[in-house]
Structures are given as structure tokens and as C-alpha cells.
């Protein structure tokens, strides 16, 4: 079984860890948003790439999901001294990242390419593509009219602004990697990680071709939500102030042309009769990842559920 | 009395940090070449402007007289790791430095207004000035042909090329800085810090405007060659490949429509009658500066000297 997953930044990469200790590298590979890409201290930064490749490497710091482990913070805390800026924190390790990142870009290497080295550097071993090499830019607006950054809205201003609509700047002139297609056109399912569907999975799915490709395939998508709340980020916070009820069913509806089989929590049990209705395959368990082995077991469901899902459509 | 000394990288920055501790702010200025910045890491690097200010503010590694006291290597050592370009060592506190200093002038802002925040941040009072806003390049050119731009030929080729000429590439736009030209049209003497002739002071020099402002003062010169040695750097290895004697005696004549006063070590006391001869105004001293209490020892004894000067020109 050979499966794509599309991912976020910390819960995808938990669910991509977890399915990255059974697939092999021929099974697995991840195509990750980068519209939350930006510049920042003159660099290049990619946060849900690097959080994916940090996790899959097993550098991930444990605590936050983001960012190294064992990291230290010289460099941060003189900027702050000197005057720079310091809403989002850039770790010793991290930077060595973004400096050779930004580097080979500014030297006209693809961001694709270096993810490539890096992650053999990292040891790394299976696929992980950005969504495209060209630069898009998940831009937020909000109730005030402001339009903003999507790293502006998350970290600067830690989500408090009210959503109004997403935009993803750049996203027509976007064209995806052709080794991401490639997998997409070979693959037997397409895997939604548990991601922000608005500002994770989106942007992804906006990059012209890719929708097409994937709606050729069964699709399971994993809820980022769990009893109406999301574990990590502004999920549901955005579905109240875009006017929608944070549940499962709201996500499974997001993508109700795509969507083949969703997996959601048991707490949201009660949400299977209409999930049902709607034709979509259900896998009801325990989606909470709150250590390595919560992963793997997960992952190990949702590989059964998908082997099932193949199944049933042959 | 008011001086403005012309300095390059360690051992102009110690004489200045010695004439520091005596003169006031409004007594002392200094102008720093940059010709030897250059981009690395996609940061843009001022190496000499660096060690000048690092060591007005104490913040200089006294082992070395370049970089930071108390530095770490996390990011340098992470960046070798993911194969980075490691042959200019960049330290976590430095780094800081040039991610601010870098991505100001992405924004726009100039270089000497960036260097009076740091100097503030620092607790550097002196003015420090770099020899321009516009960007020059001191490009090495070497028996074989080669064009090597500084950096690549000072550190990383460790000045292994033989040199034939150099280059001030940008220089015929270059525009001095407006207070810079203002200090040295009030000042009393300009002072040449103990750097390297051909790529420390020449391109200060070289800048429109600033030769015609110093020739109008008397200038005082500090050999950087002690006993036909430099003490620091490739300067008397750069003499011998110019066809010269690498002894005082060449480095005064090498200011000979600029120098009135001459400063060199009692090693070189041989030197004096040819240096007289010239009519230069001498001063044999240990100009060896090997600790705090040198620096200071010798930026007296200059001072008195600049001093006579004075006082004979009047």
C-alpha cells in the first residue's frame, strides 16, 4: 500500500512519525504546506517543514513539537538585546537550518532540493516535498480589514485577531513538485493528517494540479479536532469566528468532494450517524497523540482502516 | 585636541581602544574600512567594523582579537553538520550581530546609522564610522590570475596566493559618510591606526573625498611592521610579493604625500635616519601592544607626540 500524506506542522508530524515506524520509504512520503513560510531576521524560515523533518528525524524538541531538542538560545537572547526582533524564537540548532536554507535559496537552489539534502543530512529517510518550490503566502483577514501574515496572525499575535477569510497569495503561480505528483499519481490512498484544514491542508490542496490528482484517489482524513476543540492551534477558533461548529463533522464536510473515510474521536461518537449520511467511512478511536507509542498505534489503525477502505473499493 | 584615527581590523582596533580610554567622544573618532565585508551565509559580515567596536566595548575575545568573549559555536557547529560553508567561523553572539545588522539593511537603513544603534546597545560612546554606506569590495589579485574577493583570500585561502595588486571594487561610488567628513574637517590630526597599508587604510583612503579632507591635516601613522614583521595579518608577506621591503621605512614612504609624524618600534631604530631624511617626524617606541595597559601606555606616548606635532605646525 502506498500512501501520500499531506501535513501541518506538530500534529501531522506526530501522525507522520507514527506511520513513517511501519511504512517504508517506498510506502510513505509527505507533501507539507509551506504557505506559512516567511521572512524573518533576513532568513528564510519554513516552520511545518522543519517541524515535519525535526519529528521524522527524532531533533524534534519534545516538549513543544516545534523546534530542536536540546537547543539552546544564544544567539535569540542577543538580538533581543541589540534591539531585533524576538516574537518568534529561533533556537542555536534551528538557525543553523534557516542560514543554510536561506543560503542555497538566495544561491538559486529549489527549497525542494535542499529538504532533500537536509534530510539526509538528518537522516531522514522517506520523501517529505513542500507543496511547491514557488513562494505562497497564507495571508489572514481579519474582521478589522487587516490582512496579515499567517506567522504575523499565529506567533506575533498568538491567533487573537477574528478570521474572516484565508488567502493563499502566490498560489496561482504555484506549481507543485514533480516528485510530489509523481507519488500522488502512483499512490493507492491520500492520507489528510490531522492538520488545520484551513491554513495546513488548504493551501496544499491550492496548489494547481494537486486537487485533481488527489481527488482521483480514496481520500481518509484524520479531524484535527477533538470534542470540538483543537489539540494544538487556532482550529477551532477559526470554524466559530467563520461561523461554522467546531466538530468532526464540520471537517469532514470541508472536504465533502474529496473525503472517502475520516477518522475521529471517540468523544465525538456522537457525530457518526451524520458523518455516516453522508456516505464517508468511519473510524472511530482514540486520535490523541500524547507520546511515541500513542503514534504508532494510531498510525497502525489507520493503516488497518485504510487497507479496509482499498478493500472495499475493489 | 581633536582626532579622527583610520582603523582596520585587530590591531587598529587596540590602539583606538587605548586612545579611547584617554580621549573623550568629542576628542576621538574612528573610520573603518569595509572593504573587507562581504556576504556568507546570506548575511552581509563587517569583520573589521566588528572587531573596532567589539573591542571599544569590552566585548572582544582577547585570545583572538576577533569575534566575541565568551562565545558558544552551536549554530557554527550544526551548520558543518548539514554541510554549510564552515571557513569563516561565526560564533552564536556574533551571529547575532549580523542577522540584525543584515536584516536592517534588507529594510533599508544604512550601515552607520545600524553601527550608532549597536554602538548604543554595546555602550560604545566614541563615534564610529564606516568608511562608507556604499558597498566596496577589496578584491585581491593574485600572480595566477585570480580574483579573489578578501575574506576568501585572508581566511580562507589563509593568504597562501601571491598577490600582485588590489582592487577597491564600488569605490569610484562610494560617498563617505556625512559626520565622518565633518569629523575629520574639525579634527586637529588623523591618526593611522597600526593596520595593514594595502588593504586597511588604502581603501579608506580611496574613498572619494576623504584623501583630499586628511591631506589637509597632519596625519600621524603607526607602523603595523616590527622588525620587518607584521604582528597580526599578511602585510609584510603582501611587501615582499609587491616587489618591497617589508620595513618601516616602506610604510612610511608609502604615505609619503600624507605623513607628517611617524611612529615605529625601537627594533627598527636603524630605520630613523632614512625616515628623517624624508622629513618625517619620528617616534621610536615598543609599539607592541600586549595587553590593556600597552594599548593605553602607547596611545599616550602618541598623543604627546601628536601633541608636539601640533604645537611645531603652529
Known amino acids: 500500500m502506498k500512501i501520500v500524506t499531506l501535513a501541518g506542522g506538530v500534529g501531522g508530524a506526530k501522525l507522520v512519525d507514527g506511520l513513517a515506524k511501519i511504512l517504508s520509504p517506498e510506502e510513505l512520503s509527505v507533501i507539507v504546506n509551506t504557505g506559512d513560510d516567511f521572512e524573518y531576521l533576513s532568513l528564510r524560515i519554513s516552520p511545518d ?31 533581543g538585546r541589540i534591539g531585533g526582533p524576538d516574537w518568534f524564537r529561533l533556537g542555536d540548532l534551528d538557525l543553523a537550518t534557516h542560514l543554510v536554507r536561506t543560503t542555497r535559496l538566495q544561491a538559486g ?53 477574528v ?27 491520500v492520507l489528510f493528517s490531522p492538520s488545520n484544514p484551513w491554513v495546513s491542508i488548504d493551501p496544499i490542496l491550492a496548489v494547481p494540479g494537486l486537487r485533481e490528482l488527489i481527488s482521483a484517489k480514496p481520500v481518509v482524513v484524520v479531524s484535527p479536532l477533538v470534542g470540538g476543540k483543537a ?12 461561523g461554522l ?38 473510524l472511530v478511536t482514540d486520535i490523541v497523540m500524547k507520546n511515541k507509542q500513542d503514534r504508532v498505534r494510531l498510525a497502525e489503525e489507520i493503516l488497518k482502516f485504510c487497507g479496509q477502505i482499498l478493500n472495499r473499493s475493489r
Open 231 to 242: 489539540l494544538k492551534g487556532p482550529a477551532a477558533k477559526m470554524y466559530q469566528e467563520l
Open 109 to 161: 537552489e529549489t527549497l525542494s532540493e535542499i529538504t532533500v539534502d537536509l534530510c539526509q543530512d538528518w537522516g531522514v529517510v522517506h520523501p517529505v516535498f513542500p507543496m511547491s518550490d514557488d513562494p505562497v503566502r497564507t495571508i489572514v483577514h481579519t474582521e478589522t480589514g487587516e490582512a496579515l501574515g499567517f506567522q504575523e496572525y499565529f506567533v506575533h499575535q498568538a491567533c487573537q485577531p
Open 245 to 282: 461548529t467546531p466538530n468532526a463533522f464540520e471537517v469532514a464536510r470541508h472536504y465533502q468532494d474529496l473525503i472517502t473515510g475520516f477518522v475521529f474521536d471517540l468523544c465525538d461518537q456522537e457525530e457518526l450517524e451524520k458523518i455516516e449520511r453522508c456516505r464517508i467511512i468511519p
Open 163 to 189: 478570521v474572516r477569510s484565508f488567502e493563499f497569495r502566490g498560489i496561482e503561480e504555484a506549481k507543485p513538485i514533480t516528485k510530489a505528483v509523481d507519488a500522488l499519481a502512483a499512490c493507492d490512498l
Open 49 to 79: 517543514l522543519d517541524t515535519v523533518c525535526y519529528t521524522l528525524a527524532g531533533l524534534a524538541n519534545p516538549d513543544t513539537g516545534w523546534g530542536r531538542a536540546q537547543e539552546t538560545w544564544q544567539t535569540f537572547e542577543e538580538i
